[in-house]
């Protein structure tokens, strides 16, 4: 690189701190944030429980309650299992609602994963709370979504509560502080490849 | 809800359950994959984190080389330090390049960062390899987006290979098998909310 580069791009990282420095000043408040990640794209779990881990390591107590996981063994249940004091996790569903066929059951787990996660909400020593897979239980109507809402909205004014799954409704969103759309630009599924350890679950 | 309700509800699940078993029946295949999470939307490290948890709780072997964060202690780095014999974490960056006004300096952290992931990648006893924020980097040019890709292109079949970071190059979204765009839709830090643990860090 000329020297002339070199200053250009001395220049350039100087006119970004500075930018940067002055967005940052201003961000002084802190509070407990709606999270949603919605979106077809993969990553909507997986960054969520990122969210859990980084919460988790600065000695927050977190509740995950799964609404579509359940019965199959996850790499996630394993770690966070090694955190009992840190971590109330629970999976509490039965898989895709599609596989069980049977409405009156799904909105009967769907109401008992709610509940659950209402009282986590209510909790006072969980700092974090994850609805994982809420949305899809919202899509098909098993929840009342303004049961929801009010429930989020009366939270603690410290606590996080993340919301995972394809298709929000547009009043959660517009309740939310911090919206990811995750976008599909590839997924190994669609040649060929079938769901992994590590990946996937 | 009415008994004809009800009737087209299960048949719409049927006629799901049907597709997926039809679309799960053609992913047979299992191999290493090249993860590029990208985009401007908050969720990139926070998905490939997630991932990582996966793979510990499963037992496989994970490599973690943070291309930007060093310094700060992370709730990551707390929980992956509770895993010595299945994660080696190594943050390896100074903050983010523009705060460093250092071009020469940048490079060879960047160098020594990449060289880390390298040996990552070689050792078949790691299955999962994550380096964060590379994209940042590749930016720059702090390193060639060519050696990045001959080293990924060249990895084991089993090796999963995950890449973090907004403006991930062209070429690398080419070679990837998963890529998801994560954009944003609203953030927090544009109502002066600041970074906080847990969520950011």
Redesign the interface.
Known sequence: ?SEAD?AR??EK??R??AA?AK??A??????G?L???T?K???K???????V??????G?KVGVVQFVKGAMA??????FD??PDHVAFKPMGEG????T?D?ARDIAHARAAWDEVKRMIADPSC??VLADELNIVLR?DYLPVDEVLAAVNARPPMK?VIITGRNAPDAL?AA??????????????R?????????E?
């Open positions: 690189m070199e791009h001395s990282m100087r970004k701190q940067q967005i940052m201003n961000k002084t408040q802190e509070k944030l999270i949603v990640h979106g794209g993969k990553g779990t997986s960054a969520a429980l990122g969210m881990v980084r919460a988790i390591g600065h927050m996850t790499g996630e249940k394993a770690v090694a955190f895709f609602t599609w596989d066929q409405r700092a974090m098909y996080h969103v939310a502080d911090l919206v990811t759309d995750m976008v599909m630009v590839k997924h190994p599924f040649s060929g490849v079938k769901a992994q350890k590590g990946i679950f």
